[in-house]
């Protein structure tokens, strides 16, 4: 996510709202209230829509879309995706447990992870996944990543570890699909 969001108040103008998007180089800016909750978003989409319409609102809280749809900072980023894919909104504000926004996560976020280097992935796949949530030894599973695509290799001490060894990997930032390679002691 982008950690930094600008917000502004349901009474700002259009044209500061716009004044902004074109100031920070944003596609939206999440409308809050007094205490920093979302209440909806307002994107260049709907401030264009607005003047197409020729009319709509001069007010972030007339023209916001609402209520904002937003995500929770451990969510995964698959699930953050999801939600962004079945509500069919481009981002998602990230709140806390008070509600508060933390940051934005975007489209744009999610392309990024697709430019992780190859080496970390491996390396949280091996380190994370496999070593302490598995607590597999780093010699029982052979992980190799070419081009975000993770290869899996060796020998389970059981077959049902299987789909867990590949959903977990499939959920590492920037996993782009997992080949199972894998065989079974048992």
Same mark, same amino acid.
């Given at each position: 996510?982008?950690?930094?969001?600008? +917000?502004?108040r349901?009474d700002?103008?259009?044209?500061?709202?716009?004044?902004?998007?074109?100031?920070?180089?944003?596609?939206?800016?999440?409308?809050?209230?007094?205490? +920093?909750?979302?209440?909806?978003?307002? +994107?260049?989409?709907?401030?264009?829509?607005r003047?197409?319409d020729g009319?709509g609102?001069s007010?972030?809280g007339?023209?916001m879309?609402?209520?904002?749809?937003v995500?929770?900072?451990?969510?995964s980023?698959?699930?953050?995706?999801?939600v962004?894919d079945?509500?069919?909104?481009?981002?998602?504000?990230?709140?806390?447990?008070?509600?508060?926004?933390l940051?934005?996560?975007?489209?744009s976020?999610?392309v990024?992870?697709?430019?992780?280097?190859?080496?970390?992935?491996?390396?949280?796949?091996?380190?994370?996944?496999?070593t302490?949530t598995?607590?597999? +030894?780093?010699?029982?599973?052979?992980?190799?990543?070419?081009?975000?695509?993770?290869?899996?290799?060796?020998?389970?001490p059981?077959?049902?570890?299987?789909?867990?060894?590949?959903?977990?990997?499939?959920?590492?930032?920037?996993?782009?699909?997992?080949?199972?390679?894998?065989?079974?002691?048992d």
């Amino acid at each position: 996510m982008t950690p930094t969001s600008v +917000s502004v108040r349901p009474d700002t103008s259009l044209k500061e709202v716009a004044r902004l998007l074109d100031e920070f180089d944003i596609t939206a800016v999440c409308v809050v209230d007094e205490a +920093s909750h979302p209440l909806g978003v307002v +994107s260049e989409r709907d401030l264009v829509r607005r003047q197409a319409d020729g009319g709509g609102g001069s007010t972030a809280g007339e023209l916001m879309t609402s209520p904002a749809v937003v995500a929770r900072p451990e969510w995964s980023v698959v699930r953050a995706v999801r939600v962004m894919d079945r509500q069919g909104v481009k981002r998602l504000p990230v709140v806390d447990e008070e509600g508060v926004v933390l940051g934005v996560l975007s489209r744009s976020d999610v392309v990024q992870l697709f430019l992780r280097r190859d080496r970390a992935v491996q390396e949280e796949i091996v380190e994370d996944v496999l070593t302490r949530t598995l607590r597999l +030894s780093p010699s029982t599973v052979n992980v190799e990543v070419a081009d975000g695509v993770v290869t899996l290799s060796g020998v389970l001490p059981r077959r049902d570890l299987a789909p867990v060894v590949k959903r977990l990997c499939g959920s590492v930032d920037g996993v782009a699909g997992v080949v199972d390679r894998l065989r079974y002691d048992d």
